[in-house]
């Protein structure tokens, strides 16, 4: 789904305030534009440092893979660090949204099968391909929870790990830094929730809806949890990977079993077996043999 930016409704924070609350730390930039390896890191590592003496223990993990910052912290801390985050000038909000770590139960990933039931060759060429594409994924995302060996359920949990198949996940921006942020927080399986953001920043608004209609998340404080997309009798949370994809169980994405031809085209003829060739020519010589003969006692 596409993501609409919003910046803050309010103004950016008072840069004398922001200086006595962390050393302002911008990135330089080189004779190109480009900003110097040097800088960035002491730019984040100032941040870091900020967060860490805000939110102390609510930290859980951090990373700055990629060139860029990751920060997870503790749910009954997701207001706070949004809090924070602004006041350390993160005046941008880009989006917020929910992760469902879970595999996915579909015909995309072998798990349905969509092949028939004694088509064995096929179910193990559509596995396969799915493990090759878990590989690579599992190679580019490695994972960062427990003894690396990823989420609870042997998933790939991303950047600053994480414990909980539900994440909750935003991008802040700060326009005079030049540095982006994104923060995590994992969730209650059973019960997933975390205090509304859109107090601190109303462009989370309508993200906080959208993430209740599709993910089954709590905002606790929203002032209008409505769903934007959905009727109101929708049963279900269609972005959670458990969610079953009907009109693919009943019609399977293409290319995981063989295409039917158009009524259009026609069908070539099989090619015969050597069997079947063999019986061809051996029937065929003793009919030509005959009409040798034939022509023979003619003359």
């Not at 309010?10 to 330089?28: L, S």
């Not at 009109?247 to 295409?259: A, F, I, N, Q, T």
Request: with cysteine; charged share 30%.
């Amino acid at each position: 789904m596409s993501r609409l930016s919003s910046a803050d409704a309010g103004g950016p924070a008072d840069p004398a305030g922001e200086a006595e609350t962390v050393p302002e730390v911008v990135a330089d930039q080189g004779p190109s534009g480009d900003e110097t390896p040097a800088s960035v890191d002491d730019a984040r590592q100032a941040v870091l440092d900020a967060l860490a003496t805000e939110l102390g223990d609510d930290i859980v993990g951090t990373d700055t893979t990629r060139d860029d910052m990751w920060v997870r912290v503790r749910p009954e801390a997701w207001r706070r660090a949004a809090e924070t985050a602004k006041m350390l000038g993160f005046d941008y909000f880009c989006f917020l949204s929910g992760l469902d770590w879970a595999p996915s139960t579909s015909v995309t990933r072998g798990e349905v099968s969509a092949s028939d039931p004694g088509d064995d060759g096929e179910e193990v060429a559509t596995a396969a391909a799915d493990a090759a594409d878990d590989d690579a994924e599992a190679a580019e995302y490695p994972a960062t929870t427990g003894d690396d060996a990823g989420g609870p359920g042997n998933w790939h949990t991303g950047y600053a790990g994480g414990d909980s198949r539900f994440q909750m996940l935003a991008r802040l921006y700060s326009i005079r830094r030049r540095l982006g942020i994104t923060l995590k927080a994992d969730l209650d399986e059973e019960t997933p929730s975390v205090e509304t953001w859109s107090q601190v920043y109303p462009g989370a608004d309508w993200h906080e809806r959208e993430t209740a209609e599709m993910f089954g998340f709590d905002f606790v404080g929203h002032p209008n949890l409505i769903k934007l997309y959905l009727p109101g009798e929708f049963e279900g949370f269609p972005l959670r990977k458990d969610f079953p994809l009907l009109s693919r169980e009943v019609k399977p994405w293409p290319g995981l079993v063989d295409v039917e031809p158009m009524p259009e085209e026609a069908e070539e003829p099989a090619a015969p077996t050597e069997g079947e060739q063999a019986a061809t020519e051996a029937e065929a010589t003793p009919a030509a043999s005959g009409a040798s003969g034939t022509e023979g006692g003619a003359k």
